[in-house]
C-alpha cells in the first residue's frame, strides 16, 4: 500500500489548507485512519483520526481547527486546517491509527509564516 499526501503549502496565521490523502490499497475501507505530523527536530505526533466506522478523534492542540474526513470510494483521507498558526509547521503524514503501519511516504509540508 502506497500513501500520497498533498495539498501542503506556506500560509499566513489564521490561515487555511486542505490536505488530501490518497491510498493505494483496496483495504482503505476497513482501517481506522489518521494523520501525523513531524515539526522539525521533534517526534513525530498524532493530529487527527477517523475510524472505520466514522468516529473521530483529534490532538487538544488542533481541536476545533482542524477536521479529518475521508472518503472510502476514493479511498482518501482528508484534512480541513482552519486559523493555523506557527506552530502547525510541519511535514504531514496519513497512515493507519494502528499497528502495523505502512510505509510513511513523504509527506506533505505545511508552513505558518508572516
Known amino acids: 500500500v502506497q500513501l500520497q499526501a498533498s495539498g501542503g503549502g506556506t500560509v499566513q496565521p489564521g490561515g487555511s489548507l486542505r490536505l488530501s490523502c490518497a491510498a493505494s490499497?483496496?483495504?482503505?475501507?476497513?482501517?481506522?485512519m489518521a494523520w501525523y505530523r513531524q515539526a522539525p527536530g521533534k517526534q513525530r505526533e498524532w493530529v487527527a483520526t477517523e475510524t472505520s466506522g466514522g468516529n473521530i478523534t483529534y490532538a487538544v492542540s488542533v481541536k476545533g481547527r482542524f477536521t479529518v474526513s475521508r472518503d472510502n470510494v476514493k479511498r482518501t483521507l482528508y484534512l480541513q486546517m482552519n486559523n493555523l498558526k506557527p506552530d502547525d509547521t510541519s511535514v504531514y503524514y496519513c497512515?493507519?491509527?494502528?499497528?502495523?503501519?505502512?510505509?510513511w511516504g513523504q509527506g506533505t509540508q505545511v508552513t505558518v509564516s508572516s
Open positions: 490499497g483496496s483495504f482503505f475501507s476497513q482501517y481506522d
Open positions: 497512515n493507519k491509527r494502528n499497528a502495523p503501519l505502512y510505509d
